[in-house]
Structure formats: structure tokens, C-alpha cells
């Protein structure tokens, strides 16, 4: 018993940075409360002392604000950081070294008497306030964002966003880590909206050049470009004024109006345009540089 203690205490300082003291752990620590006065529910329920184990488990949600009824299966190095609200029902199971945080729901979507909450396995990281429901089963290594309803399946080492929850992150890539940066998650539904557009410029390109060839099919001469004039402030303001037709998916903005457009620069018939964007990474960014090209 006092082994589990100090490994519990010992999780402590290794999941929470907040953790400074081995007494500030022991008596301000809700979430490794929860979890020991659920061990002690627990063992009740087992030797069919189900009213006790209920009536503890009952006072241990007055007392942390962390209800786990004694049926729930945990395992070892298992920690709720902060932990009001959390709720995990009877059938539930949880595996080794699980991070929680506050609000999570691990709740059931049956009303018959058989298996019907989550199966959370080993070092899976479930964000703030999301919500997993049913039977289904979180991966080894899985993380769910905040704020996110899981209904399905979680593949192992797979990161889901969203309501309902999608698949957002790479799978089968171990994870040195077991935080959960949310600002650094991806988007799902932006990653296929850049996708979408980005196919579609790839079809708007295709048929502009079988436009030109059939119009020099027709004139059986090349038709002639100018020369871009290499000063006045007026060819900018037409670059400027063709980029305003160039939207932003993430917010549908022109990337103009949103101040994107840092600079234009013309020099030897050739067009610079400098942009700014939040984030190198974004899923649409091919798309708005190809339309970009295409203006010029």
C-alpha cells in the first residue's frame, strides 16, 4: 500500500510542473484524493459490499468533486490534474499512466446492464472538459482535445478534435510527451477544406491552360504579352485590387483586408508579393499562394 502511495505521489510531480512539495501533494491534491478513496470504494464493491463502496464513493465526489463509481477499473499512475467535474462510470477501464484533466466525462449510452462505458488504455491524455461515450475503446498513446465529444473509436497514438471528434493528428508516431498543447493541434475541418481548394486550383489551372490552347489553336499565332511597367504606384493598386478577390477559408475574408499582404514589389517585369500568415503550417496555404500566381 505505502508503495502505491508514494508511486501516486511520485506521478504527481511528474505530470503537474505546478507540484512543488511532497506535503503541498499529499493534502492539495483533489484528483490523487479521488483516486485513493476510490481504490478503498472499490475494494468494497468487490467483496459485494456495494452500499459501502457506493456510500464512499458518494463522499468522495462531496469531498473532491471528482465522482467514480466503485466499479470503475483504474490502473497504475493514473492522475486527474485539478479534476471537478469529472465523472467516470461503473464499467469503465482505465490503463496505466493516464492523464486526465477537469470535466471529463467517461460516461455510458446504454440503459442495459452490460459493458457500456469507455476503455481508456495505457498513456492516453484526455483534454479538458471532452466527453467520451459508449463502449468504445481510447488507443494506447491517444490524446483527445478539449472540449470534444468522442462517440467512435480512438486508434492508438492517434490525436481527435472537435464535436463529434475527428481524427486530427498523425497515428503509429510515439510520443516522447504526454502533454496536450492544444494551440498546436491540428484542424481537421480546415485540412480538408485547404485540400478541397487546393484540388479545385489545380482544376481551375488545368482548364484556363486548355482555354489558351485552344485560343492559339485558333489564331494559329501566340497571343502577345506586355511588359509588366516596372514603377507607378497604379500597377500596384491593380495588383492590390486583384488580390482583394483572393479569400482567406479559415475566416472568408480577402487576404487583403486582413492585412496578409505585407508588401508588393515589381521589378524587371517580375512581381514580389510578400505575405504574413499566422502559421506556416496552415492546411491551406498552397491554396492561396496558387491563387496568388494566378492574379499575377
Not at 126 to 137: H, N, Q, R, S
Not at 245 to 257: A, T
Not at 263 to 269: H, L, Q, Y
Amino acid at each position: 500500500m505505502f508503495e502505491t502511495i508514494k508511486e501516486d505521489i511520485q506521478t504527481v510531480f511528474a505530470k503537474d510542473p505546478a507540484a512543488k512539495t511532497t506535503w503541498e501533494v499529499i493534502f492539495c491534491y483533489p484528483g490523487l484524493h479521488a483516486i485513493w478513496l476510490h481504490r478503498v470504494a472499490h475494494l468494497l464493491w468487490r467483496r459485494r459490499l456495494l452500499f459501502l463502496g457506493r456510500l464512499l464513493s458518494h463522499i468522495n465526489r462531496l469531498l473532491t468533486g471528482i465522482e467514480i463509481h466503485p466499479g470503475a477499473k483504474i490502473g497504475r499512475r493514473f492522475f486527474i490534474d485539478h479534476g471537478m467535474g469529472v465523472v467516470i462510470g461503473e464499467t469503465t477501464e482505465i490503463g496505466d499512466d493516464v492523464l486526465m484533466y477537469q470535466g471529463v466525462v467517461l460516461g455510458g449510452t446504454s440503459l442495459e446492464k452490460t459493458k457500456r462505458h469507455p476503455t481508456v488504455e495505457n498513456s492516453a491524455v484526455i483534454g479538458t472538459g471532452a466527453t467520451v461515450l459508449g463502449p468504445i475503446i481510447v488507443g494506447r498513446g491517444a490524446r483527445i482535445g478539449a472540449g470534444s465529444v468522442v462517440i467512435k473509436p480512438v486508434p492508438s497514438r492517434a490525436t481527435v478534435v472537435g464535436v463529434p471528434a475527428k481524427i486530427a493528428g498523425p497515428m503509429g508516431v510515439e510520443r516522447p510527451k504526454v502533454d496536450l498543447e492544444h494551440a498546436k493541434l491540428p484542424d481537421p475541418v480546415l485540412r480538408a477544406i485547404g485540400e478541397s481548394l487546393d484540388r479545385q486550383s489545380k482544376l481551375e489551372e488545368r482548364v484556363r491552360q486548355l482555354e489558351m490552347a485552344l485560343t492559339w489553336s485558333a489564331s494559329s499565332t501566340m497571343p502577345s504579352f506586355g511588359v509588366l511597367p516596372t514603377d507607378g504606384a497604379h500597377v500596384r493598386r491593380d495588383i492590390r485590387n486583384a488580390l482583394k478577390e483572393v479569400i482567406d477559408p479559415e475566416v472568408g475574408i480577402s487576404m487583403v483586408e486582413l492585412g496578409l499582404v505585407k508588401e508588393i514589389g515589381i521589378e524587371d517585369g517580375d512581381v514580389e508579393i510578400r505575405i504574413v500568415l499566422t502559421t506556416p503550417t496552415r492546411p491551406f496555404a498552397g491554396y492561396l499562394f496558387e491563387q496568388v500566381r494566378r492574379r499575377l
